[in-house]
């Protein structure tokens, strides 16, 4: 059965960014990510906006470009699901998995992660609806661009969405130029295609994740400052 993935590269170049998103406290688009979550989880719709809900999780307050707490959180609250003897304790945790997981389910991490776990136990969810949701989140990223000039990098929202892409273009990277810009960055890497053996480099647009990781630098070092100010 083919599942349409409700984008195309037209539409993708049509609604593509090349500067992250102002980050501001409102966050007044986490309603519509988690109502997209709550619709991808319920109904699996067969025509599902991927590069709009990505968009949207950059705009919400959960957003993490490196997922390494959410990811720690899922796994704790997995274990427990898995290996306590007490109904009421397991209940809350997969409860608590479950909401995790819906926070961060446009996160490539997450949902790799989800994928491994359903596989592993039915009580985490379905596996056919992860490598759904994981297929549709990489297609997006590889209509992006086609990553031969800065114009066309490819666009990623979560540092591990670069390492997939080269998976699927088999592509074998030797050596990462970072680059910055102005407010654009970008990651120019030299390397080589597997299956031909021709030289190319790749280009990776990582505005978003990196302003996001540069704002909370900003931020963790004011209240550093007023903290010390207090004493």
Known sequence: MIIALG????SAIAQKYRVAPVITKSYAD???YNGMARNALKNKPARFDFMKFR???VRTRQYDPIGETALKTI???AYIVIHDENPERVAGALFAYQAEVAKHLAHIDVVMLALSLAREDKRFG???FFEWMRDGLIKTVLISGDGYTLNGAYDIITLSEEVILFNRLNFQ???TIPVKEGIVYYN???GEDMQSGRKRTVFVNT???MKHLEALRVEQKETFTLDIGKQ
């Open 173 to 175: 990277k030797n050596e």
């Open 55 to 57: 968009v949207l999780y």
């Open 207 to 209: 505005s978003i994740p």
């Open 75 to 77: 796994n704790d609250l």
């Open 7 to 10: 984008i195309s590269p037209q």
């Open 188 to 190: 120019m890497h030299d």
């Open 30 to 32: 986490t309603p519509y």
């Open 126 to 128: 379905h596996p056919e």
